[in-house]
Structures are given as structure tokens and as C-alpha cells.
């Protein structure tokens, strides 16, 4: 199984579409610009963001948890005409940067930023949203997810980064950090949760799939 194991990142790589040239910039500058790289989302699981969003077509898509633009460049490829997708980032500094590249790529019109703690922002927000990507701080999973699911339409969909948190999940809860353990409420939530189904994927760092039933 290590055998295998070892190259299995690389080879998914090498039989992905590769990065757009702006996916590439942003990927480029994350890696040059930023103390924690690792939390962009990259090409293999930006492409899996692509096709989701390309499957749903999507009006209205909300992220929380901007980081460097990547994801939210990703999800807004499958937009319908006239759509746009929200994204939050309390870190006004990075915002700024993502905005302005995303500006001189030509998809203003389609990415809209809010800057500023999420759990100030989503009770603000009046959209019905088609699809929604949480990737923020681990501790308010379980909020961000109880604050948007009435906003999101029936048959709609929630993705949730980081649900293996590094494998930690797996540890006895008394090894386990507060960020794995906040990860671990959360998937436990959503599982007792009668209002959705989800896939679990073993994908990256771990990425949940969670449909919100039309009845
Ligand atoms: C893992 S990164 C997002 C990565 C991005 N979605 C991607 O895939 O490229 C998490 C981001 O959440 C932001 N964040 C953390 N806590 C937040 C909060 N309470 N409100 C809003 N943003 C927050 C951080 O500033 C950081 O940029």
C-alpha cells in the first residue's frame, strides 16, 4: 500500500487539467508571499472545486474563507451567466491583495469580497445560495454550517475543507488538538443531521460533501 501511496498526489497531478495562468499567479504567490501555504487549496482539489461547481452551475455561491483567492476562483468557474460568489476573509490585508488580482483578471463582477469576521457577516447576508464552501477557522464549523444552511436552497450544497485535519481525527480524542477535535464535532453534527446527506472524500486534507434535502 506505501508503495502506491507515496506517488499517488503526484500522479492525480499529472492526469489533472493544469492550473489556469491566474490559478498559477495566485498559487506562485502564495507560495513566495505567505507564512502558511499549505492552506490554499491547489491544483488537484481546485480542479475537483471547478467540476463541482461546473455539475451544479450555480446562481449564488458563498465561501467563507478567502485566503489567497484560489478556491473562490475555482468555484466561480461554473457560475451561471449574471451569477457571483460571496467570499469572507476577516484578514483585511490578504482581501485586498486577492481582490486586486482578481480585479486585473477580469472577474470583479464575479467575486465579491466581505471583509471581516464571519460570524458577524452571515447573519447579514440575504442571498439563497446554491453552494457553499466553508474553509475558515475549525472552532465555528459547527456555527458557520447552523448560520448558512437555511440560506441555502433545497438540493443545494455545503463543502467542508480540512475534515481529516491531518489525520488527527483518527487519534483518541485525548491527543487530539482543538482545531481536529472542533473538525470532529463538526462531521459528528452533520452526520446526526436528518436535513442533508454526505460523502466524506479522502481527498487532500479531507473534503465533505453535503446535500441539503429538497423535502
Ligand atoms: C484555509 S484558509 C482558506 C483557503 C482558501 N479557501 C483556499 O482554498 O485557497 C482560511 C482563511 O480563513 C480566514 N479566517 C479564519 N478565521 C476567520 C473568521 N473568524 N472569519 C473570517 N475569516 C476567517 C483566514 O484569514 C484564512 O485566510
Redesign the pocket.
Known amino acids: 500500500m506505501e508503495l502506491f501511496a507515496g506517488g499517488l498526489e503526484d500522479y492525480a497531478a499529472r492526469y489533472t487539467t493544469p492550473e489556469s495562468a491566474l490559478l498559477q499567479e495566485i498559487a506562485a504567490y502564495t507560495q513566495a508571499h505567505t507564512s502558511r501555504p499549505g492552506?490554499?487549496?491547489g491544483h488537484v482539489q481546485g480542479m475537483l472545486l471547478q467540476m463541482i461547481s461546473w455539475m451544479i452551475r450555480p446562481m449564488h455561491i458563498l465561501?467563507i474563507?478567502?485566503?489567497?483567492g484560489?478556491?473562490a476562483v475555482c468555484l466561480a468557474a461554473g457560475l451561471q451567466p449574471g451569477g457571483y460568489l460571496i467570499t469572507?476573509?476577516?484578514?483585511a490585508a490578504?482581501h485586498q491583495q486577492a481582490r486586486e488580482r482578481i480585479t486585473r483578471a477580469g472577474l470583479a463582477d464575479r467575486i465579491r469580497f466581505l471583509t471581516g469576521?464571519?460570524?458577524d457577516i452571515l447573519p447579514t447576508l440575504r442571498e439563497r445560495f446554491d453552494l457553499v464552501f466553508i474553509?475558515?477557522?475549525k472552532e465555528?464549523y459547527v456555527d458557520y454550517y447552523e448560520l448558512v444552511i437555511d440560506r441555502v436552497r433545497p438540493g443545494g450544497f455545503i463543502l467542508a475543507d480540512n475534515v481529516l485535519f491531518h489525520g488527527e481525527v483518527l487519534l483518541p480524542e485525548s491527543r487530539q488538538s482543538k482545531a481536529a477535535k472542533a473538525i470532529q464535532r463538526f462531521t459528528t453534527h452533520v452526520a446526526a443531521d436528518a436535513r442533508v446527506e454526505q460523502v466524506l472524500l479522502t481527498v487532500r486534507d479531507g473534503l465533505m460533501l453535503i446535500r441539503k434535502k429538497a423535502s
Open positions: 492552506m490554499m487549496s465561501e474563507g478567502t485566503f489567497t484560489y478556491s469572507i476573509d476577516r484578514d490578504q469576521p464571519a460570524l474553509d475558515a477557522d465555528h
